[in-house]
């Protein structure tokens, strides 16, 4: 019987590829190294694939913007009263008639509408005294149109017309107007700053990923030196709202020309 020699036979050097029992088994004698190769190769190509993807990772660069709108009251509110006290009651109505008479006349020639001009009237009795009071009221967006019809007031009627210190505010759904101003102003200005950076690093701005409001304030009035409220500028002042929005925004960058991107930034 020949006996063979398996030490002529053994190679000089070999590594190993490591596969599970399973899948040797479940092959074809003939193809099992070879499938084991592309295996193996394929199990590399997906270790290199998942490094390179760790090392070069999405790049994104968060800035924050600030955004503040003030504005000062579009309203004014004028209140003028007229107030006679008589012995006789027709006496005082047909004084305070003449006196409103003259009072609606200047509001209307200063195109107050007659549907912005609401009247009160209202009678008492002091002693033997019968007082008859009537009241006008007009909200006006025009602080001249209030200051000629005070002024002209004060000049042509006596102490019996009263003209009430005026009521300042903001009309119905300015306020939210004013915070969705301050909100697109610090997204805007944190745009201009990512720009910056992307310039300075040779990349392009992409689109914002994920916008964060860190704060908002709304402050009313302004520092005055001085003190009497009675001026109207100082009432002004003092019903003006300063809106202050703070965001952090996260913008991706993506690969351009080292030259600087010419972005308008509205």
Do not use: W
């Not at 590594?15 to 295996?39: C, F, G, N, R």
């Not at 992409?206 to 302004?222: A, D, H, N, R, V």
């Not at 300063?242 to 308008?264: A, H, P, Q, Y």
Request: proline letters at 3%.
């Amino acid at each position: 019987m020949n006996e063979m020699n398996l030490a002529g036979n053994k190679p000089t050097s070999f590594y190993a590829i490591p596969v599970s029992s399973k899948s040797v088994l479940s092959m074809q004698p003939i193809q099992t190294v070879k499938h084991i190769m592309e295996d193996y190769q394929k199990q590399q190509l997906a270790l290199v694939s998942a490094q390179n993807g760790k090392e070069n990772p999405k790049r994104t660069v968060t800035v924050n913007g600030t955004g503040e709108i003030k504005m000062p009251p579009n309203e004014i509110k004028l209140v003028i009263v007229i107030v006679s006290s008589k012995a006789n009651i027709e006496e005082a109505k047909l004084s305070v008639q003449r006196r409103y008479e003259y009072v609606y006349q200047t509001m209307r020639k200063y195109k107050i509408n007659e549907s912005n001009i609401f009247v009160n009237t209202s009678y008492s009795r002091r002693d033997e005294l019968y007082e008859v009071r009537c009241e006008l009221s007009s909200m006006l967006s025009d602080y001249k149109i209030f200051l000629q019809i005070y002024n002209i007031l004060i000049e042509k009627l006596d102490k019996s017309v009263k003209i009430l210190e005026p009521e300042l505010s903001h009309s119905a759904n300015r306020i939210e107007s004013l915070k969705r101003q301050a909100t697109l102003q610090a997204i805007r200005n944190a745009k201009r700053t990512a720009l910056d950076i992307a310039n300075s690093v040779g990349l392009q701005l992409g689109k914002p990923c994920e916008i964060f409001q860190e704060s908002f304030k709304e402050t009313y009035g302004e520092p005055i030196e001085i003190i009497d409220v009675k001026y109207l500028s100082n009432l002004i002042n003092e019903k003006t709202i300063k809106v202050t929005c703070n965001v952090r925004v996260t913008f991706d960058l993506v690969k351009g020309k080292s030259k600087k991107i010419m972005e308008t930034v509205k």
